[in-house]
């Protein structure tokens, strides 16, 4: 579901290197759930860490390159993650893993399918697991976004003719409304691209 870099590449946004000792800590002996892997980068960031992953992506050929990129320590499934369950050995059973990464794969459904994937991965993570998730920003511009919408209106469209949601942050904290504890929220601008990302970084506690 995501873009990344080409495999092999240098990254040009190691966001997640702050938040391993985090992720190490609520993973225990579970593999990490990555949702939308693309071609692995993030994937090789949590198994150079010492982490098993076990990702998704709709992409067959985004897995394909995942796993050339991450031949060991990781395994990749080609598929739509809303769809169940979960390719985990306890399958989508509540509690069954400690953290799921979620960065830039979320924000491409309709609002009910969203809130529907969000009490999914609730479901799946035992209490004080963690979800690190990465949302577009209403203000990120250079990759279709238009500024926040007037009030009451959804930033849901279609960008080249794929469908984005953009988020600032009353809706970000309305998707994670309940059942989560908000332990970090950011606007950030990043360079993941070839041109600059504006995004959400938010990091959430199963309550």
């Known amino acids: 579901m995501t873009a990344a870099a080409a495999p ?5 946004d190691p966001w997640l290197e702050r938040w391993l000792p985090l992720v190490a800590e609520r993973a225990g002996p579970d593999p990490v759930l ?5 071609t692995g980068p993030d994937s090789a960031v949590l198994v150079g860490a010492g ?3 076990v990702g998704i992506e709709l992409s067959a050929e985004s897995v394909t390159a995942a796993r050339i990129r991450v031949p060991q320590g990781a395994e990749f499934h080609c598929g739509d993650f ?5 390719p985990l050995p306890a399958g989508d059973a509540e509690g069954s893993v400690g953290v799921v990464v979620a960065s830039l794969s979320l924000h491409y459904f309709a609002w009910d399918e969203t809130l529907a994937l969000e009490r ?7 209490p004080g697991g963690v979800l690190l998730c990465r949302l577009n920003s209403v203000n990120d511009f250079r990759h279709g976004a238009s500024g926040p919408p007037p009030d009451g209106k959804d930033s849901f469209y279609l960008v080249d003719g794929v469908p984005k949601r953009f988020f600032d942050r009353t809706a970000v904290e309305r998707l994670f409304a309940h059942g989560w504890r908000m332990l970090h929220l950011e606007e950030l601008t990043v360079h993941r691209y070839e041109e600059p990302k ?10």
């Open 34 to 38: 990555e949702l939308g892997c693309g």
């Open 82 to 86: 809303r769809e169940a369950p979960f």
């Open 120 to 126: 999914r991965i609730h479901r799946v993570l035992r």
């Open 198 to 207: 504006v995004l959400w970084e938010a990091v959430l506690e199963r309550t």
């Open 8 to 12: 092999g590449a240098t990254s040009t």
């Open 51 to 53: 982490l098993r992953v």
